[in-house]
């Protein structure tokens, strides 16, 4: 599948919880079907890491253990198909597939996929002390 046409198609799949098919998924799910339909890449599922979504606390310790499988990347780095690690309100974290530099795809519960760019409103700073964008990761 080329990356024109998982957008397309992504954008029509539903929000599932812990999905990683094309029937839904949820925020890692659309990160993980992309690496493994369009860069032919085996990333972990972590279905057994976590029972919920909204089970922030582990959810984030699942996410924190991804970043030691995962290698940092500078912005100016980004390619489609790496991570952007998000914050998008206290507690609570979110993960996206890379576009380019700037725009991204992600789910929400009851939504289907969107783009959305890193330059939104949503995206930026809590306070001076604190960004929503924890950083960028590509899978090795």
Known sequence: MDKAEFLAKAMTVPFEEKGRSWD????????????????????????????TVRDLALLGRVIGRQKQSWQPIKQSSVRWGDGVLLWPR???????????RVRFLHIEEQSTAFLDRLTSPMWREYNSSRSKIEGFYRFQ
């Open 90 to 100: 206290e507690g609570y974290c979110h993960i996206g597939l890379m576009i380019d």
């Open 24 to 51: 839904g998924w949820d925020c890692y799910g659309l990160l993980y079907r992309a690496l493994v339909d369009v860069l032919n890449l085996a990333p972990p599922d972590y279905l057994d890491e976590y029972k």
